[in-house]
C-alpha cells in the first residue's frame, strides 16, 4: 500500500477556504465557492419566482441566462422548471434567450444530462412543457445520461396531465408495435 504524507498531499490539494463546498457526483468532484455572487442570486431567483431581481444582471450579462450555476449543473431555466411555480420567470427566460438569438442554449444539460424538458416532465410541470415545446419539438426524445426521454421520465413519475400534452404533440415521434403505444399505460 502506498502511504502519501501530508505534507506529499498537500501540494496537490486546492487551497479551500471556510467558505468553500465539495460536491461529490459518483467519480466527479466540483469545488464551488459557497460566496454569494450573481449566480447564487439567479439561482434563488428562479425557485422565487423572482424575474425583477435578476432581470438586470441579465441584462448586463446575457450569458449568465443559459449557464450552469449551481452544484449540479443546472441552468436557471431548468431550476425554475423544476419548481412547477416559477412560471413567469420561465415565460420571461425563454422569452429573453429567444429573443437574444440563443434558442439552442434552452436545451444546456446538467451534470446528469438532463435538459430543461426532462425536469418538466420529471415534476409534471404542463405550463412550462407548453413553453418549450414550441421552442423544439424534438427534445422531446432527447435522453439524459441515463438513457430517458422526457416521455419516459412523464411516465415514471406517472404525471398524467404532462403525458397527456406531450402525446398530443408528439404521437407521430413515439414509437409504436401493432397499434399500441407503451406511453399510453399510465
Known sequence: MNMVS????????PKLNSSDVFFEFGSSSVLRSNKNDASDDVE??????????????????????????????????????????SH???????????????????????????????????????????????????????QNHDGYTPLALVVFHGNQETLDYLLTVTMDLVPEEKGSSLYTVV
Not at 64 to 80: V, W
Not at 114 to 125: D, E, F, I, M
Request: aromatic share 4%; with cysteine.
Open 88 to 142: 413567469r420567470f420561465v415565460q420571461n427566460l425563454v422569452e429573453h434567450i429567444v429573443t437574444v438569438g440563443d434558442a439552442d442554449e434552452l436545451w444546456v444539460t446538467s451534470y446528469g444530462g438532463s435538459n430543461a424538458l426532462h425536469n418538466v416532465a420529471k415534476v409534471g410541470n404542463t405550463i412550462d412543457a407548453k413553453l418549450l415545446v414550441v421552442q423544439n419539438l424534438d427534445m422531446t426524445r432527447d
Open 44 to 85: 434563488e431567483a428562479a425557485l422565487d419566482d423572482d424575474w425583477d431581481s435578476v432581470n438586470q444582471n441579465f441584462e448586463q450579462d446575457p450569458e449568465l441566462m443559459t449557464k450552469q450555476i449551481n452544484h449540479l449543473g443546472e441552468t436557471p431555466l431548468i431550476i425554475a422548471v423544476g419548481t412547477n411555480l
Open 6 to 13: 501530508s505534507s506529499d498531499n498537500d501540494a496537490c490539494s
